[in-house]
């Protein structure tokens, strides 16, 4: 009863995590395919406590401390499992590479095996480590959940077109099965890499199924709208436009794509030469923001179809116009580039982010309200700078956590120093006490005891257990029996000499009734006092020991707390300049979009002087100057 | 503009697009990313035939043997304060475990030890959930002299019916020179459609 509702919340939970990341994110940890969880070590439960609440920094400093204190004794591969998988949700893919690779050595099922390869291959493929990735992927046996299996070849297929392995990659695609809600994203990559090899018309059909998508669903509009943008555009590579222009007017105008959509189809009218049909799509797309590269391209492309169709004012206003909102955005473009070198980039982006747990989950999705951030969208869709980002956050956490336990070794310095002072004060008083003790002694005197009761026991001595009362009766009536017998023939005596047989035999007869009850407890007494001389020798060993040992403890124990705090500063010292780097990366990153986009529209402004330049000389010499 | 100026302009558009729309490959949220669009000539194709930069890659190493070392640390410091805050000969820890949980939903915990209250834990949403897929709480880790002790807990929800619930367990136990763990179980009696609340001795 206890195990099918958590297997089912264990398997429900960690179904979710793969199928609901976003690209960019690591790969949750993943004890699932493990048999049912029955508490067999505490600490391992108080591992799970953290880990479902996605504290995977606590989980992993707990986990790794009960390995350390042998804690975790009958949950020894679980516990290995769960760690790789916390490694890989840290980022940490060698560390967890290492721990899979070891324990997938072993004798492990084929379910985990197959889980801890899948999980660890879509880990190297987020990262980059594509060889690796695939390596790992391919470990993965048939037998695996379809669901797994299905996505297990879409990203073998992927890494190969990565690789620009195109001809593989489409083998996989084309035999790949899997959930119908896959295999849109499965005909939209066949149809690409097929496109890619040139084979455009084989591209076509996978192409225009995945556009032509019935669905409600923003995920797959958006993939609708891809494919038939990125079919349009190999149409017009193919220099086919009037097949073209239908797929590209299927883009949704208020989608992500449209701009793009209605850049193309301004071309596809373009190469039909319909220049007046083309002007529409592109004066719409004129209006929108410059960011956008599409936008920027209408810019030459609005004026370019005005000279086509002669109207030269037209055409050269507009490249007036578009010269004057190149030269703003240049500017814009130089001032967020300077501010990005002026190193506070990433402070602002995680200016709201302290106090946060390390998760896998992390991704960046907004930006700062600053100059530079309108250029740096699409930057955020970038799994390098997202990665960047990651490590980035991980390191001022880690950062953040070690300063946190320097108040803690402060603490342990008072402790130490607290426990050595009470030591200097309580020894004199135990070694007085001890000096004060015969132990020997007492124990010499307990073995006697015993021995007398093992006389008292064979000889049947019942007056010897008496009470005192007892043993001072039964020494008078010896007495009066000694007189009795020193005169045998008093015949005044025999009275008492009856009197004193009747006294004998009524007191002789209560302590034999009472000797085995009295025996016992002398006995009980017996031992109790030589488990009390035993505690006492135990405690004295302990004081004696204690008086040996405790200054070195104290000693181990300051020597430990010195080390940490050497490695703490050492780290330290480490992170911050790991993290420079890391800052200046992302930096770099920034400043490389920004420079793209730069040489961009320095490139199209050129275009659009020169293609004034030629319009003014046509104007007033009748001919057209040369192309730059 | 003549004809070779617009087919640079052309081509320029299709490389943009190629750029843009690999990055709107990985920006798909929830299946599977597709790989990236718009068929271009392949130098500027976005996925280009590599796998990441080399000098990624080392800064990338870098920060994983940081973070691993880091992670070294932290759990050292924790071995550290655990065995000098909490020595074995003293230590005693209390766990708290929830089965199933259909018969009562966790509040708060107070757990008196000799009489004196050592613990008083108000459970959030998700920690109480963490307890439901199996976690196990130590509720409490503190020192105990050697010998006997009584633990008394007092547990805090909602029971049957939505109504406000509060059940003791208790239990005497022998502190000796090891460590000492006591589970607190809380679990479904199913017959009886009520909580039921045990303390257990793990010797």
Known sequence: MRDIPRTLLAAAALWALPWSAAPAANVAPNPDGLPPHEIQDLDYGDVLFYFYQDDYFAAITRLLAAQELNLVPHTQG????????????????????????????????????????????KTWYQRGYLTEAERALREVTDTVDPRINAERYMLLAQIMMRQGRYDDAIAVLQAWRGAPSWTSYAQFNLGVALVRKGRLDAAIPFLDAVGRLHSDREEFLALK??????????????????????????????????????????WADASLGDFK??????????????????????????PYAFAQLHADGQAAGYYSSAIDSFDAELKRIDESIAAIRAGTLLERLFADDRNKNVSWVYQLKTLPDAPESRYLYVLLASNDFQEGLKNYRELNYMS????????????????????????????????????????????????????????????????????????????????????????????????????????????????????????????????ELGAALQETQHRAVLVDQAEKTVPADAGGYAERVLS?????????????????????????????????????????QLQARYALASIYDRASNGKPKAAP | ??????????????????????????????????????????????ASPADAPADTKTLDQEVQGLKKDVIDLNKDLFVLEEELLFPA??????????????????????????????????????????????????IYLGNQKVGKHELVAFF????????????????????????????????????????????????
């Open chain 1, 78 to 121: 679980e516990a290995e499992l769960l760690l790789g998988g916390l490694y890989l949700s840290l980022g940490e893919h060698v560390e967890a590479g290492r721990i899979f690779d070891a324990l997938l050595a072993g004798n492990t099922s084929e379910a985990v095996r197959n889980r801890a390869w899948y999980f660890l291959g």
């Open chain 1, 225 to 266: 709208d891809k494919a038939n943008l990125a079919l349009g555009f190999a149409l017009l590579q193919a220099k086919r436009p009037a097949e073209a222009k239908p797929i590209l007017e299927r883009v949704r105008l208020e989608g992500p794509y449209s701009s793009k959509a209605l850049l193309g189809a301004g």
């Open chain 1, 277 to 302: 049909r083309a002007l529409v799509p592109w004066v719409e797309l004129h209006k929108r923001n410059l960011l956008d590269a599409a936008v920027q391209e209408s810019y030459l492309t609005v």
């Open chain 1, 400 to 527: 953040r956590n070690l300063e946190s336990w320097r108040d803690s070794l402060a603490a342990f310095d008072d402790i130490l120093d607290t426990k050595r002072v009470a030591y200097a004060a309580r020894l004199p008083k135990a070694n007085a006490v001890l000096a004060a003790t015969d132990l020997d002694r007492l124990r010499r005197q307990r073995v006697e005891f015993e021995s007398r009761l093992d006389e008292i026991e064979r000889t049947g001595d019942v007056v010897a257990l008496g009470t005192a009362q007892e043993q001072a009766t039964w020494a008078r009536l010896k007495r009066i029996e000694d007189y009795l017998a020193a005169h045998p023939d008093d015949p005044e005596l025999a009275e008492m000499r009856q009197k004193e047989r009747l006294m004998k035999g009524v007191l002789y007869w209560r302590l034999d009734a009472s000797f085995k009850a009295r025996l016992l407890n002398e006995r009980r007494a017996v031992r």
């Open chain 1, 564 to 604: 940490v705090r050497n490695r703490m500063d050492a780290l330290q010292q480490r992170l911050a300049a790991v993290a420079e780097r890391q800052n200046r990366y992302l930096q770099a990153l920034a400043v490389d979009a920004l420079e793209d986009q730069k040489r961009r529209i320095e490139s199209y």
């Open chain 2, 1 to 46: 503009m003549n004809f070779k100026r617009a087919v640079s302009i052309r081509l320029g558009v299709a490389v943009l697009v190629c750029a843009w729309a690999a990055a709107a490959g990985a920006q798909t949220p929830a299946p599977p990313p597709a790989a990236a669009a718009v068929p271009a000539a392949p130098a500027s194709d976005a």
């Open chain 2, 89 to 138: 000969n003293t230590q005693v820890a209390v766990f708290l475990s929830m089965d199933v949980g259909t018969f009562f939903a966790l509040d708060s915990v107070t757990i008196k030890i000799d009489n004196k209250e050592v613990a008083n834990y108000l459970y959030t949403e998700r920690e109480a959930d963490a307890l439901l897929k199996g976690g196990v709480h130590r």
């Open chain 2, 156 to 203: 805090t929800g909602k029971g049957p019916a939505d109504r406000d619930y509060r059940r003791g367990a208790a239990i005497t136990f022998d502190k000796g020179v090891g460590a000492k763990y006591l589970e607190l179980k809380i679990t479904d009696h199913v017959a009886k459609h009520q909580p039921e609340f045990m303390v257990k001795d793990w010797e």
